[in-house]
């Protein structure tokens, strides 16, 4: 598959996905009085990742964008698990992993792989 293609898929997967969040706003992200980042079950799924900063995240990765814990309505976990699945099928699902570094590992990986005879 083209990287060109794949580039196109990552950036619309990763917009449609934080349009979602952004409106349905599912993990009701916030920091707490203390200056602590915390979410509807007290700590982000993402809380240990080093690019979380009291901001939010640093990077923008696809699989950490369509991760959600089992708190959430189903209507949007059917939503971010569709775009998982499309994500999957084109090995774009790096956890704490930013387009560039999926984009080299998949280069790098096409180098490798053995070419096919047409």
Not at 30 to 44: A, F, L, Q, W, Y
Request: hydrophobic share 30%.
């Amino acid at each position: 598959m083209n990287l060109i293609y794949r580039s196109f898929i990552y950036d619309f997967l990763y917009l449609a996905a934080d349009t979602t969040i952004k409106r349905e706003n599912p993990c009701k992200i916030h920091t707490n009085i203390e200056g602590k980042v915390v979410c509807v079950r007290d700590s982000p799924c993402c809380s240990d990742c080093e690019h979380l900063s009291n901001t939010g995240c640093t990077i923008r990765c696809l699989r950490c964008k369509l991760y959600l814990c089992g708190l959430q309505s189903e209507k949007i976990l059917d939503t971010l698990h569709g775009m998982l699945r499309i994500s999957s099928r084109y090995k774009l699902n790096w956890i704490g992993q930013n387009k560039a570094w999926v984009m080299d590992s998949l280069k790098r990986q096409r180098k490798v792989e053995p070419q096919s005879s047409s």
